[in-house]
């Protein structure tokens, strides 16, 4: 999302003037397009867990070490959460859409490529705010530490050999 934010930042401060408007605006209409399809599709890549990652760090947050959390992670986690929410009811409102289109109007035609770009422009704003606050969750996963069993260095050490019984002489 960095990358995007700042290539769109070089974007505008080389294709518009010092208000802000576009010297062209057909050209800056497409390359707004990309970046809002560019930041769904990254996003779209952890959407199924992004609710999880957020309840998870939710979850870790009250048990982590003293001294390890910043005051401001709970409130993060929270925009996160309505972030999320948000972002989901995008997706289900451009699934809704797309299924609604008529037949013969499907990948590749205007009104589903206007359905994707909707759907991109909607969440743009969002998931702007999403990188944003997301470092918390980083943070809560570093400060809380290794959530799986450490291994061990020492292999076990081998089962004691089996006596072997010898008959006694007498």
């Known amino acids: 999302m960095d990358r995007l934010q700042s290539a769109w930042e070089s974007h505008v401060d080389t294709h518009t003037d010092p208000s802000g408007e576009p010297y062209d605006d057909d050209a800056h209409q497409q390359a707004e397009q990309q970046r809002n399809a560019q930041a769904w599709d990254a996003y779209e890549t952890f959407a199924g867990i992004a609710a999880r990652l957020v309840a998870s ?78 470092p918390a969750v980083v943070g809560i996963r570093a400060a809380a530490g290794p959530d799986r069993p450490q291994l061990t260095t020492r292999a076990p050490a081998p089962p004691a050999p089996a006596s072997v019984s010898r008959p006694v002489r007498r």
């Not at 001294?67 to 996160?80: E, F, M, N, S």
């Not at 929410?85 to 008529?102: F, I, K, M, N």
């Open 57 to 134: 760090a939710e979850q870790r947050r009250p048990h982590l070490p003293a001294g390890t959390a910043q005051p401001r992670w709970g409130w993060q986690l929270g925009v996160l959460t309505a972030l999320t929410r948000q972002l989901d009811t995008v997706s289900t409102t451009a699934e809704e859409a797309l299924s609604d289109l008529p037949p013969g109007a499907g990948s590749g035609s205007d009104a589903y490529e206007r359905v994707l770009a909707d759907r991109a422009a909607a969440a743009w704003p969002l998931l702007e705010e999403w990188a944003l606050h997301a």
